[in-house]
């Protein structure tokens, strides 16, 4: 089975530019996490899916952060403009809708970016 | 709100010591606990997990017991591995609280095994 991919796997910006990300989650995963990985620091979820509708985005900076999934499936996370802070591993992870009880997430290598 | 907490780290061992990571929780309600483990190159993967209190999960040689009455979880291996060498996050689930469905994760614990 494949996993959860992602790209890019690294990324440099200077501040105040933009940068995509992408997630394809595993086939059947109905729930799809994005969160933000700084360094020293555990993971923070940034946004949930469930299929394409968002069910948490409470911690997204709404003010420059964004994130869609479309058709349910594949999902990009977009920072518009970048700050020096946005510097951080970004994380995806899918589970099946039972995985949200469960707590069971597969999770992405994720997507390093570094903001100049 | 929710919060976990481990050891400061990190935490260097040789071969076949034992290992002891802290974690402690704050929560309403009835949270899920998990341990986490990042190998270098790779994604977060579930460890083990433990749903109620008096509960032991166990993966892999380690092992980790829910206590409701210190809100702790702390990961145990006897015998550790070079192979071990990670970093090892716990976190909860509160089915509870408001949080349902969102794993809070601590701020991870660097682990280096040496020969």
């Known amino acids: 089975e494949a996993g959860v991919a992602q790209s890019p796997r690294y990324k440099i910006i200077e501040k105040r530019q933009s940068v995509a990300f992408w997630c394809n989650p595993i086939?059947?995963?109905?729930?799809l996490y994005w969160y933000q990985q700084i360094l020293g620091q555990g993971p923070k979820l940034l946004i949930q899916?469930?299929?394409?509708?968002?069910?948490?985005d409470s911690q997204l900076p709404k003010d420059r952060f964004s994130a869609e999934r479309l058709k349910g499936v594949d999902s990009t996370l977009k920072i518009q403009p970048a700050k020096l802070e946005d510097s951080a591993v970004y994380l995806c992870?899918?589970?099946?809708?039972?995985?949200?009880?469960?707590?069971?997430?597969?999770f992405g290598e994720g997507s390093r970016l570094t903001v100049l | 709100g929710d919060s976990v907490t481990q050891m400061e780290g990190p935490v260097t061992l040789s071969e076949e010591a034992f290992l002891t990571i802290n974690c402690t929780y704050t929560a309403t309600g009835y949270p899920s606990l998990f341990w986490y483990v990042q190998y270098p190159g790779e994604g977060l993967q579930l460890l083990l997990k433990?749903?109620?209190?008096?509960d032991k999960g166990s993966n892999k040689g380690f092992e980790a017991t829910y206590r409701k009455e210190t809100t702790s979880f702390h990961l145990e291996k006897g015998s550790v591995q070079v192979s071990d060498s990670a970093v090892y996050f716990c976190a909860l689930i509160n089915a509870g609280g408001t949080s349902y469905g969102k794993l809070t994760f601590g701020q991870g614990t660097i682990l280096t095994v040496h020969p």
């Open positions: 433990a749903t109620k209190a008096d």
């Open positions: 086939s059947g995963h109905a729930t």
């Open positions: 899916f469930q299929n394409n509708g968002v069910v948490d």
């Open positions: 992870a899918s589970s099946y809708v039972a995985g949200v009880r469960t707590g069971e997430l597969f």
